[in-house]
Nanobody, 123 residues
Framework: QVQLVESGGGLVQPGGSLRLSCIAS????????MGWYRQAPGKQRELVAN???????NYADSVKGRFTISRDNARSTVSLQLNSLKPEDTAVYYC?????????????????WGQGTQVTVSS
């Protein structure tokens, strides 16, 4: 069973930055595809970014050019750098592990989720 622990959320003004981190337990991190999702109040959870074991990344259109996903296999950590934050980025952000890619290269989440970390963008 993989355990995921997120950190790094908080309150930030519009235009500001945050860095989220997710640490995974176990020894198989390097073979996992990883994803970051978010869920705003009253909305469905949505995929923000994902990264394949080899490092290939994909982003939602709404965050392209502003967010960057990265991984450190030696530390079993996946990070999400959030820049130029907007109020509409406000959500709980969740880390997901062991996802897979379908025929259209869309990331399908695995069964392992973190507890979430709150990001609030407000002046």
């Amino acid at each position: 069973q993989v355990q995921l622990v997120e950190s790094g959320g908080g309150l930030v003004q519009p235009g500001g930055s945050l860095r989220l981190s997710c640490i995974a337990s176990g020894t198989l991190f390097r073979v996992y595809a990883m994803g970051w999702y978010r869920q705003a109040p009253g909305k469905q959870r949505e995929l923000v970014a994902n990264i394949a074991p080899g490092g290939t990344t994909n982003y939602a259109d709404s965050v392209k050019g502003r967010f960057t996903i990265s991984r450190d296999n030696a530390r079993s950590t996946v990070s999400l750098q959030l820049n130029s934050l907007k109020p509409e980025d406000t959500a709980v952000y969740y880390c997901n592990a062991d996802g897979w890619y379908n025929g259209t290269n869309h990331y399908i989440p695995g069964e392992h989720w973190g507890q979430g970390t709150q990001v609030t963008v407000s002046s």
